[in-house]
């Protein structure tokens, strides 16, 4: 059930996105519009994922979950009396109000019910439904726009995301355990620290950002580049989407084989190879994809690691899980906020190239964040 509303609120943010080829001249939209709808939207989830993780503690996951997700009806509900700009960043800013609740309860949910091997493959398994409900959107809004209009696109999604609220409070309430199953630690480990290392922030930016800028981006910089319609260029980014669950489930297999800190770094170094090489190569489609693929497979590995990386941190230290993760979350909406803002803004000026570009060097800044960590030895566990 957390998987299934990981799947319905990530799929919820990204049906405007789909779409943004045709807002922009739907609505008649430049391109640092849509920036700062994507950048505003991200800040929303920034100045409220902390508040719902600290009061997380505690309480009925399947009551915030269901709140969360009833919010983000409401919200998909409103974008059908839209009218322009002002009016689709209200119910974007209503959106990421009810988006906030997911993460710091979710994914502390599955850090408090598994431990061992069995957190890494759990992370991997809610990772990769928040990338299915993703690529379920970027599949069907194209074909429905196309078929009823964008206002039954919108109805449509209302109707999924009622029924991911029934489904959460008839399945999941009383099956979340009262404490976490990580051991607890000496009180010297709890006196260490009390706060998350500065690399657990830094990589959540980096993957924060980079996928948002691909999710918002991507489809807009193909239709120009290699001259796609919005249901080609949609399909191209289902088939990132469609790679970057096979990285999230992945890396329950590949840590293995391989520590996770090492196949962290590994896949940062990845992913900016293979963003730069979309980059340059994005005025070729069948090229663009196959680049846009590793990608997938690369970036979204990170998520599940950085998160299993840290409640294992967290377990050593003896630290409350619902407020960390929800920092986490915090750091990679504002990843995603500012190059959201920042690659609309540019492109008005040097196209979204550049974007791509900064993207691909922040993923090496992460490759060489990782490998300090592992040099650093930080970990306590």
Same mark, same amino acid.
């Given at each position: 059930m957390v998987s299934l509303n990981h799947a319905t609120n990530d799929g919820s943010v990204y049906i405007l996105s789909s779409l943004f080829p045709i807002v922009l001249s739907l609505f008649d939209l430049s391109v640092f519009q849509v920036g700062i709808i994507v950048a505003l939207g991200y800040l929303v989830n920034i100045l409220f994922q902390p508040v719902v993780g600290h009061y997380s503690e505690g309480r009925d996951p399947a009551r915030l979950l269901a709140i969360g997700i009833s919010v983000i009806a409401v919200s998909i509900i409103s974008f059908v009396f839209a009218t322009g700009f002002l009016s689709?960043?209200?119910?974007?800013?209503?959106? &990421?109000?009810?988006?906030?609740?997911?993460?710091?309860?979710?994914?502390s949910t599955i850090s408090k019910s598994y431990s061992g091997? &069995?957190?890494?493959?759990?992370?991997?398994?809610q990772s990769a439904f928040g990338n299915l409900g993703v690529l379920l959107v970027f599949l069907i809004s194209a074909p429905l726009y196309l078929a009823a209009g964008w206002r039954a696109t919108f109805f449509v999604f209302a109707?999924?995301? *009622?029924?991911?609220?029934? *489904?959460?409070?008839?399945?999941? &309430?009383g099956e979340h355990p009262a404490t976490s199953n990580a051991q607890t630690p000496s009180k010297s480990a709890q006196r260490r620290t009390r706060t998350i290392p500065l690399f657990f922030v830094l990589a959540a930016f980096i993957s924060g950002g980079t996928y948002a800028v691909i999710l918002n981006f991507a489809n807009i910089l193909l239709g120009t580049r290699a001259q796609l319609d919005v249901s080609q260029a949609n399909l191209v980014v289902s088939a990132f989407i469609a790679f970057a669950s096979m990285g999230a489930v992945a890396t329950g297999a590949l840590t293995r084989f391989i520590p996770t800190n090492v196949l962290l770094a590994v896949s940062y170094l990845v992913a900016s190879c293979s963003v730069a090489a979309f980059t340059l190569l994005s005025g070729n489609a069948i090229l663009a994809t196959i680049t846009l693929l590793v990608t997938g497979f690369a970036i979204s590995a990170t998520y599940p690691l950085t998160y299993t990386e840290l409640s294992r941190y967290l377990g050593s230290i003896g630290q409350q899980s619902g407020g960390s993760f929800g920092v986490l979350s915090s750091g990679q909406t504002i990843g995603?906020?500012?190059?959201?803002?920042? $690659?609309?803004?540019?492109?008005?000026?040097?196209?979204?190239?550049? $974007?791509?570009?900064?993207?691909?060097? *922040?993923?090496?800044?992460?490759?060489?964040?990782?490998a300090l960590w592992i040099r650093g030895d930080r970990r306590t566990y």
């Open positions: 689709l960043l209200a119910s974007v800013i209503l959106l &990421r109000l009810g988006s906030s609740f997911f993460h710091p309860v979710g994914i091997p &069995r957190l890494q493959k759990s992370m991997g398994f109707v999924w995301t *009622l029924a991911d609220v029934v *489904l959460t409070l008839t399945l999941l &309430r995603a906020s500012i190059l959201g803002l920042v $690659s609309g803004y540019v492109s008005q000026f040097f196209g979204l190239e550049i $974007s791509f570009a900064a993207v691909a060097l *922040l993923a090496l800044v992460g490759a060489g964040s990782a």
